[in-house]
């Protein structure tokens, strides 16, 4: 009974392995054969399954074969038969063999190099992970830089590059600087002394021939630069100093940096804008020395512009004698305002023009207002020096001289630290601050030049304004108090050594900047003909 009961048990057994074994494929010619038998006899649901995949098989293989033979592009109908040639290879038809040699006569070389890449991939992701710490110490050891995964070699002109920065652009930076420094005091000393002269040598000789004899344009702008400077002067000693300063000295240190600063921008405003003025004025003194002088429309416009420059300049002495108070206030102040006032203003300015696009005019421009802005900070010192004069008490000078030298100190490092790294990051080599020192002696010395904007525009005419204001109230502590007549004599004879004084300090200045002009010029036209290094 036991064998016979193991007899059956394993022909069940092999019947249905049998049943579950696919039917061998056929070619296509004899699929309607294979539906006539199921019409007659229905096979197991495994065996439907099993001749429905044969059938989609065969179907996308004949698609396959009928896309190569027309030569076309079928990308989806492709994607569609490789899944389907897997299943068919699963269940081991024939027809997925066939669509699977389609597919890869087509995309051999690519899956094989897609292949070869993965593989390689793996195999240094395995390494890598399989590497120990020491090992990996070791190689980095050993192997290379040790900062070339965030560096890169340099090469020699990033050498040059980085020694203009340090060393030949500062210097040169610094020369142009001064050179603009002087050309402005020059200028200023021209006002105060050539300007006043030949106004008194027009008014001597009208008063001696009496006769009135057409100005010139030279002498109209005498006498308007003579009458705006008459009128500031007269503005500013209405004003009282010492109210202004007490409120601005009572302010934070943080209201006295945006007080500074909001003065400084409206005096590069005021700066830029009186200088077109002026320049409107002396081409209206052209036009009135040249024209008819029955013409009322050109007098009407030389009277207006010199309105128009008085109302201009006044505005202008005015925001820097507020400038200049400002400053004084930080010096004395029992807090020591000035070094966070400094650092404060000079670390803005830095970051308000380093990272910026500059062409190389605009550079040449931003020299030149450099050279103006130290000037400035001349006539401010010279403002502080005389309010310690008037009201300083006990030992200054010390005091006084200290906190000067930090302010020139921080303006030229300032400066330096500035236009090194604008000719960084805009690529200016420090050959071009020699070319704009060059224009700047070519101005100096009254040459012609390729563009008039290069050259440096400077009006001294307010800070001549406040210098004067300034320095009234010394000259009239110092007077000895005598009788009327007497205080005359003095104010004369004061008047004059400060004449004298101004004067020579002026022909010094002037022949000095000339000779050097002079000497440059000549040198850069050498170095032209015969180019050497710099």
Known sequence: MKICFTASSLFQVNMRLFAQVPPQSQPSNSVPHRKKKRKNKAPPVENKLVHETADSCSDSSETVRTSYADGCDHDNELNITKPLSQRSVNSGGSYGDSTVTAVDDGYGKEGSSVGVAISETVTAEDSILKQS??????????????????????????????????????????????????????????????MPTRVVMTIWRLLKTRRFKRPSTIELSDFGCFLIMACGVTVLQQIDISLIYHMIRGQGTIKLYVIYNVIEIFDKLCQSFNADVLQMLFHSAERLARCNPETESVKWKFISDQVLAIITSIVHSFVLLVQAITLSACIVAHYNALPALLVSNNFAEIKSYVFKGYSKDNVHRMVYFDSIERFHISAFILFVLAQNILEAEGPWIESFLINIFFVYLCEMAIDIIKHSFIAKFNNITPIAYSEFLEVLCKQTLHMQTEDAKKNLTFVPLAPACVVIRVLSPVYAAILPYNPLPWRLIWIMLFSAITYIMLTSLKVLIGLVLQKHATWYVNRCQRRKRHPHAD
Do not use: A, M
Not at 137 to 151: D, I, Q
Not at 156 to 185: H, N
């Open 133 to 194: 710490p020491v090992k990996y110490f070791l190689e980095k050891l050993y192997k290379g830089n040790s900062l070339w995964s965030t560096t890169t070699l340099g090469n020699e002109k990033e050498r040059e590059r980085v020694y203009d920065t340090i060393f030949r652009l500062p210097w040169r930076c610094e020369l142009l600087i001064d050179v603009g420094f002087f050309v402005c005091f020059n200028s200023f000393l021209s006002l105060l002394t050539v």
